[in-house]
C-alpha cells in the first residue's frame, strides 16, 4: 500500500502537540496519546494513520527543555531528531512547529539576551528544517493565556529576535509563498480552537 504523505508536529513537551493532533484528526475519538501526561516522553516515532484522513502525522518532540531531564537525555533527543529529518525529510509536506506563547519570552533572554553566543534552540531548529524543502508553519499556541496587549508584545519580541538570525516570521494571512525568505506564523489555542479553520485549510492546500 503507498504511503500517505506525513504532516510533521514538533515542538517541546506541553506546547500542546497532542492537543493540535486530536483536532487534526477524523475520529478523535480513537486517538490514544495522551495529553498532558508523561511530558518529555514522545521518543517514539510512530505515525498516526487514519483510514478516513488523507495523511498522517507524526508527532516529534522538540529541542531542549523537557521538564527533568538530563543534559545527556536532551542531547540524545537532538540527535535523535536531527537523524529522522535527514532520513525522512521527502516523506512530509507540512511542519507545524508548535510554540507555548508563555516560554518563547524566557527562552529568548535565557539563550539570546543574557547568552550572546547561544541560539535560541527554536531558531536553530526553524533554520534547520529550512534547509530542507519542508514548508513550514510556527503554531504560537495558549494565545488564551495572555492578554492581547501581552500576545502583540511576545510576538513582536519574537518576530524582532528571528530578523537576528535572518529568519523572516510572517503572519500567514501575510505570507508570500514565492518568498523563499519568509516563514509563516499563525496564532493559535488548541482549547479554545482559535483559528483551527485557518490550520486546516492551510494542510489541505499543501496536500
Ligand atoms: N490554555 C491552553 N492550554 C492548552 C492549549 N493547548 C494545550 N493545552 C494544555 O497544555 C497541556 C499539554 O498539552 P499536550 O497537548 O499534551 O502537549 P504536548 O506535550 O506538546 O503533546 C495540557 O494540559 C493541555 O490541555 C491551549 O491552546 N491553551
Ligand atoms: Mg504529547
Not at 480513537?30 to 505515525?47: H, V
Not at 512530509?92 to 535560541?120: A, G, Q, S
Request: overall charge positive; charged content about 25%.
Amino acid at each position: 500500500m503507498e504511503e500517505k504523505p506525513s504532516l510533521l508536529i514538533i515542538g517541546n513537551s506541553n506546547v500542546g502537540k497532542s492537543s493540535i493532533t486530536k483536532l487534526l484528526l477524523k475520529d478523535a475519538s480513537a486517538f490514544k496519546g495522551k495529553i498532558g501526561k508523561n511530558p518529555g516522553s514522545t521518543l517514539l516515532i510512530k505515525p498516526i494513520i487514519q483510514k478516513n484522513m488523507p495523511y498522517q502525522i507524526v508527532d516529534l518532540p522538540g529541542f531542549g527543555y523537557a521538564k527533568g531531564s538530563s543534559q545527556r537525555r536532551e542531547k540524545h533527543i537532538k540527535d535523535l531528531i536531527v537523524t529522522h529529518i535527514e532520513k525522512n525529510n521527502d516523506k512530509y509536506f507540512y511542519c507545524l512547529m508548535v510554540l507555548n506563547i508563555l516560554r518563547i519570552e524566557d527562552e529568548i533572554k535565557k539563550y539570546h539576551i543574557k547568552n550572546l553566543k547561544t541560539i535560541p534552540l527554536t531558531f536553530e531548529l526553524i533554520s534547520f528544517l529550512k534547509e530542507f524543502s519542508i514548508s513550514i508553519l510556527i503554531i504560537i499556541n495558549k494565545i488564551d493565556k495572555v492578554t492581547n496587549l501581552e500576545k502583540k508584545r511576545i510576538i513582536n519580541l519574537f518576530i524582532t529576535t528571528a530578523k537576528l538570525y535572518n529568519l523572516h516570521l510572517i503572519p500567514i494571512n501575510e505570507y508570500n509563498e514565492n518568498n523563499i525568505m519568509e516563514i509563516p506564523y499563525l496564532e493559535f489555542s488548541a482549547v479554545k480552537k482559535t483559528n483551527l479553520g485557518i490550520l486546516k485549510k492551510n494542510i489541505d492546500q499543501l496536500l
